[in-house]
């Protein structure tokens, strides 16, 4: 769409999470430090919850990416299952051999089988959860014990949980208490502050292949900063339709105007509602307007502002 006009390999602020544009930085790096040391260290359970839009995700797919051939990663991106489906599909991702219909206690004992035969090649097991708060409190239980499994040494299975923050209220549960407790790490993902947004804006548009200096303005920083609070999902959507809007009128920077655009055509974002007031929704169409009208009189010193 706009790539070519502004001189990009591919758009930047895409909403699918390619590694390739994952922001190291603030409580993500943290977070990701904090991963790959528990899972070196041979720890049972860790956790990291963030509010929706933090990038929970794309923090996933780079610890995935991250973990050398000694890791075996079961990847389960959709955890609301029965425990007999977890412990088919962790059966699958880890090689076990199975068979249609087979018992339970049979599809239990493969799995313990081919964790031992892994772990006699020196290779680790880790089973990646994403949207942890959506699996059933049963299959909870269920996860927790596979975690048992276990040699002398180390534990066979050790279990990485990404959610939203009804994760922590579904742990609360009293009949949970035992896996809660085997919890080692913890980590929260944190909006990025408007310094980080901006290095944010800079890193993402360096990785689309964007040379011609600042593409968004610092006033469009800033109201991009105050319409999404520093959310990269909110960030990702806002300066997407920005750029669009900027594209459309055929200019070569991103100000407040085209970001004021963007963030009227999100109002109905549940999102976006939960952070600005509807007055805000007419006041910036007219702040953008108004800067519009003072950068077509052209004093240089507002120029590089708007």
């Known amino acids: 769409m706009y790539e070519s006009h502004f001189k990009l390999r591919e758009a930047p602020f895409s909403l699918t999470p390619d590694t390739q544009f994952f922001y ?17 260290e ?30 075996k990663a079961a990847y389960i991106p959709n955890p609301y299952l029965t425990p007999e489906e977890l412990k088919i599909l962790l059966a699958e991702e ?10 339970a206690h049979r599809i239990l004992s493969a799995i313990n089988d081919r964790l031992i035969a892994l772990a006699q090649q020196g290779r680790r097991v ?12 049963e299959t909870l239980e269920a996860l927790r014990l596979l975690s048992n ?3 002398e040494k180390r534990k066979l299975l050790q279990v990485v949980l990404f959610g939203q923050p009804e994760l922590d209220t579904l742990l609360d549960r009293p009949d949970l208490r035992q896996l809660r407790q085997r919890i080692v790490y913890q980590e929260y993902l944190q909006p990025y502050d408007a310094k980080s947004l901006r290095h944010y804006l800079h890193f993402r548009l360096a990785a689309a292949g964007y040379q011609q200096g600042t593409l968004f303005t610092r006033f469009a920083e800033k109201l ?19 750029m669009v809007s900027a594209w459309g009128r055929g200019d070569g920077r991103v100000t407040s105007y085209h970001v004021a655009r963007a963030v009227s055509d999100t109002r109905e974002s549940d ?10 929704y007419l006041v910036w169409p007219l702040v953008g307007a108004v800067s519009v009208a003072l950068a077509a009189t052209r004093p240089l010193w507002l120029e590089g502002l708007l």
Request: with cysteine.
């Open 224 to 242: 991009l900063y105050f319409a999404s609070r520093g959310t990269p999902r909110l960030i990702n959507v806002l300066a997407h339709k920005a």
């Open 149 to 151: 499994l276990e040699t």
């Open 24 to 40: 190291n930085r603030q409580s993500h790096s943290q977070a990701l430090n904090t991963l790959v040391f528990a899972l070196e």
């Open 42 to 71: 041979g720890e049972g359970f860790v956790k990291v919850v963030g509010e929706v839009g933090t990038g929970k995700t794309i923090l996933c797919r780079k610890l995935l990416k991250t973990l050398d051939d000694k890791f």
């Open 271 to 280: 999102s976006v509602g939960k952070f600005l007031s509807l007055r805000w």
């Open 126 to 137: 880790v089973m990646v959860i994403d949207e942890a708060q959506a699996m059933p409190r």
């Open 94 to 103: 880890i090689g076990a051999d199975i068979a249609p219909q087979m018992p």
